[in-house]
C-alpha cells in the first residue's frame, strides 16, 4: 500500500526565515510526485509535478527536491502570503490515484 | 480558460438522505477522480471516471457512486448519509494519458 508522511504537521517562521518541509513516501514504482497548495476551505493549487530521484523545481520563492525516498519543499525568504497548508501526493505506475499526507500547515508572520 | 468548477459550493443533510455533487472538469480534460478531505487531513482517493466508467476505487462504500456524461462532467452521489460523511469533497479532472490533476473548489457538505 502506497504511504505518504508528511512532517512537520505545523511550521511558524518568520518573514524572511527559509525553512524546508519533508514529504516521506514509499509506493509500488513511482509515476509521479506532486506539490500542492491549499487555502483554508478550498481546493489544492497545483504547485509542481517530480517524476524522478534527483530532479528539481522552482517557481518564485518555492523549490522542489526529490530523492528515492523523500521530497523536500525548500521555501525560501517566505512572505505572510505563503502561509497556507502544503501538501505531497504520489502516483503510482499502476493507477491514477492520488496518494496525500496530511499536509504541513505553513505560517508567516510579518 | 475556465479551470474546475463544482455545485453546489456547500450543502447540509440530515442523517440517511442522499446527496448528488457536481463537477465540470478543465477545457480540454477527459478524466474526473473524486476524493473526500475531512477537517485537518489530506484528501482520500474516492474513485475516477473516464469514457464514463469507473475505472479505479478507493476504500469507500458501495454507498457512494458515480457517473460520468457524454460531455465528460461528472457527478458523486451518497447513499443513506452518515454524520461520518462529513467533509470536503473535491474533483479533479486531468488527461488520461496525464499524470497532473487540477482540484476544483469543492463542495463542503455537513451531515446532522
Known amino acids: 500500500e502506497d504511504q505518504v508522511t508528511q512532517s512537520p504537521e505545523a511550521l511558524r517562521l518568520q518573514e524572511g526565515e527559509s525553512s524546508s518541509l519533508n514529504c516521506s513516501y514509499t509506493?509500488?514504482?513511482?509515476?509521479?510526485l506532486f506539490w500542492y497548495r491549499q487555502d483554508p476551505g478550498k481546493g489544492p493549487e497545483f504547485l509542481f509535478t517530480l517524476y524522478s530521484a534527483g530532479e528539481e523545481k522552482e517557481k518564485e520563492r518555492l523549490k522542489a527536491t526529490l530523492t528515492k525516498k523523500e521530497s523536500f519543499l525548500h521555501i525560501t525568504a517566505p512572505k505572510p502570503e505563503d502561509s497556507a497548508t502544503y501538501l505531497c501526493a504520489v502516483q503510482a505506475e499502476t493507477g491514477n490515484m492520488l496518494t496525500f499526507g496530511g499536509g504541513t500547515r505553513l505560517m508567516v508572520k510579518p | 480558460d475556465a479551470g474546475v468548477t463544482q455545485s453546489p459550493t456547500h450543502l447540509i443533510k440530515t442523517r440517511g438522505q442522499q446527496v448528488t455533487l457536481r463537477c465540470s472538469p478543465k477545457s480540454g480534460h477527459d478524466t474526473v477522480s473524486w476524493y473526500q478531505q475531512a477537517l485537518g487531513q489530506g484528501p482520500q482517493f474516492i474513485f475516477q471516471?473516464?469514457?464514463?466508467?469507473?475505472?479505479q476505487r478507493g476504500n469507500f462504500p458501495d454507498r457512494f457512486s458515480g457517473h460520468q456524461f457524454p460531455n465528460y462532467s461528472s457527478e458523486l452521489n451518497v447513499n443513506a448519509l452518515l454524520l461520518g460523511d462529513s467533509a470536503l469533497y473535491l474533483c479533479a479532472s486531468s488527461l488520461l494519458g496525464g499524470s497532473t490533476q487540477y482540484f476544483g473548489p469543492g463542495t463542503r457538505l455537513l451531515v446532522l
Open positions: 509506493v509500488s514504482g513511482l509515476r509521479g
Open positions: 471516471y473516464y469514457e464514463e466508467e469507473e475505472r
